[in-house]
């Protein structure tokens, strides 16, 4: 039985609000009090071998929600890969909702890869607040599947395995989209058959022999996509036999 488990990034958030009260700007000068404030949220990206979101986001969707803070109306800035500084006027002291969502994107779009919120956010007058947003991956489960490749590979017996993520358990849901570069491939038989040449999320897999009287022989095919501490592992098996391949998908996954 193959393991997997599902968890999440921590992104660390600096929000600050300066309120109502004399405020010193960064240039050195006095703002007249005007009886609300403005939420900062500076955002700290990752160098890639340490990232705290997945590795194939390009912007990130923050929304801010009032709690106790009168806030009515939700407000969203969407930061493109590289911009740190999100900034949201007219908000007032009090406890506030701040979520945050990755997306493949650079406005925001395509399915959400990861999302998490902090619902007690407290800003107070004149002081920075850290914030820990919990990023949440939304890989629920991952398939392997078998299917011939180019008419090239097919004549050269080569099929292809290919690791699909999906934001519901079992296969479900909607297609997740993921960093090639963090799945990993192996052939448990390599005697029978062999992976190499990656191609996006898949794999070539070629066999090697079949069995001993023209019988075939079976070979389980194991993806990975593991981006710490995100970690999903599914299986196809492959039926070889002494001419020709023919692959039959069996998912085995656990959450």
């Known amino acids: 039985m193959l393991s997997s488990n599902r968890r999440g990034w921590v992104l660390g958030l600096t929000c600050t609000v300066l309120a109502t009260g004399l405020l010193v700007g960064c240039g050195g000068g006095v703002t007249t009090p005007t ?3 403005r939420l900062t949220v500076h955002v700290d990206w990752p160098a890639v071998g340490a990232r705290m ?24 800035q969407v930061l493109a890969s590289g911009m740190t500084t999100a900034s949201f006027p007219g908000l007032r002291p009090g406890t506030y909702t701040v979520a945050v969502g990755a997306y493949p994107d650079n406005a925001a779009g395509g399915q959400l890869l990861a999302l998490g919120a902090n619902t007690n956010a407290v800003i107070t007058v004149n002081r920075t607040t ?11 489960s991952v398939t392997v599947s078998l299917t011939p490749s180019t008419t090239d590979d097919v004549a050269a017996h ?3 395995a290919t690791l699909t993520a999906w934001t519901q358990a079992g296969g479900l849901g909607s297609i997740v989209p993921i960093d090639p ?7 448990r038989t390599p005697a ?3 992976v190499a040449s990656t191609v996006g999320n898949g794999v070539f897999v070629t066999p090697v022999t079949g069995g ?4 075939s022989r079976q070979v389980l095919i194991t993806g990975r996509y593991y981006e710490n501490p995100v970690d999903w592992s599914g299986s196809a098996t492959l039926t070889v036999n002494p001419a020709t391949t023919t692959g039959t998908v069996d998912v085995n996954v656990t959450r």
């Open 158 to 160: 080569r099929s292809r």
């Open 130 to 140: 850290v914030v820990n947003v919990a990023m949440n991956s939304q890989v629920a």
């Open 192 to 194: 029978v058959a062999t």
């Open 35 to 37: 009886g609300d404030g």
């Open 53 to 76: 979101i997945p590795a194939n986001t390009s912007s990130l969707r923050i929304t801010v929600t009032g709690n106790t803070a009168g806030l009515s109306t939700p407000v969203a």
């Open 181 to 187: 570069s963090k799945v990993t491939w192996v052939s």
């Open 212 to 215: 001993a009287g023209g019988s």
